[in-house]
């Protein structure tokens, strides 16, 4: 069945970056794009962006411009997602999800932003 | 970027009653080329991510236990809990994927009465 699974919980101070993975199996990879979603402790999701499997091209949340990356590697089905320039606002759990419009969600990776 | 919003915020039921969610979307979700709608229900329970249990306002997803059903068109939808259970205690979330950037609900936290 399909599966997705992230990297671990990362501590960042302000100002660092965050680079998570997300290994998928179960599935075709390049037949499917990947989402990238955070969640905030208390709150709903929150889109930040989509990257094809098959050809790397992105669509990135206008809030999330110039500070995200989404990447891909189709020889080991992996994607990443780098965040520069955190805050303590970028707290939250991060997740990736195979994305056919509705979402099927990796475990989740927590990022604390604290100095 | 369309703005989602659920109703109630939270909402406590009997052991085998009915639960109703419902959801609005400040523009439509349906495409009339297919006459989908681009609507999608999901289940999050504590320490876990979100589980897809509708898809197209009212597909179920394999593995989704038939009291749960979705339905409506264009701007508003509802999901519905036939027959409460324990194990449905969660916060569910209504999202659209008719155009980036996708956008969900706030959320509704559902509790047994």
């Known amino acids: 069945q399909v599966q997705l699974v992230q990297s671990g919980a990362e501590v960042k101070k302000p100002g660092a970056s965050v680079k998570v993975s997300c290994k998928a199996s179960?599935?075709?990879?390049?037949?499917?794009?990947i989402s990238w979603l955070r969640q905030a402790p208390g709150q709903g999701p929150e889109w930040m962006g989509w990257?094809?499997?098959?050809?790397?091209?992105?669509i990135y949340a206008e809030k999330f411009q110039g500070r995200v990356s989404m990447t891909t590697d189709t020889s080991t089905n992996t994607a990443y997602m780098e965040l520069r320039s955190l805050t303590s606002d970028d707290t939250a759990v991060y997740y990736c999800?195979?994305?056919?419009?509705?979402?099927?969600w990796g475990q989740g990776t927590l990022v604390t932003v604290s100095s | 970027d369309i703005v989602m919003t659920q109703s109630p915020d939270s909402l406590a039921v009997s052991l085998g009653e009915r639960a109703t969610i419902n959801c609005k979307s400040s523009?439509?979700?349906?495409?009339?080329?297919?006459?989908?709608?681009?609507l999608a229900w999901y289940q999050q329970k504590p320490g876990q991510p979100p589980r897809v249990l509708i898809s197209?306002?009212?597909t179920r997803e394999s593995g989704v236990p038939d009291r749960f059903s979705g339905s409506g068109s264009g701007t508003d939808f509802t999901l519905t809990i036939s027959s409460l259970q324990g194990e449905d205690v969660a916060v569910y979330y209504c999202?659209?994927?008719?155009?980036?950037?996708?956008?969900f609900g706030q959320g509704t936290k559902l509790e047994i009465k």
């Open positions: 523009q439509t979700v349906l495409y009339s080329s297919n006459n989908k709608n681009y």
């Open positions: 197209w306002a009212s």
């Open positions: 990257i094809s499997g098959y050809d790397g091209n992105t």
């Open positions: 179960g599935y075709t990879f390049t037949n499917y794009g």
């Open positions: 999800a195979r994305d056919e419009g509705w979402l099927k």
């Open positions: 999202q659209q994927y008719h155009s980036t950037p996708y956008t």
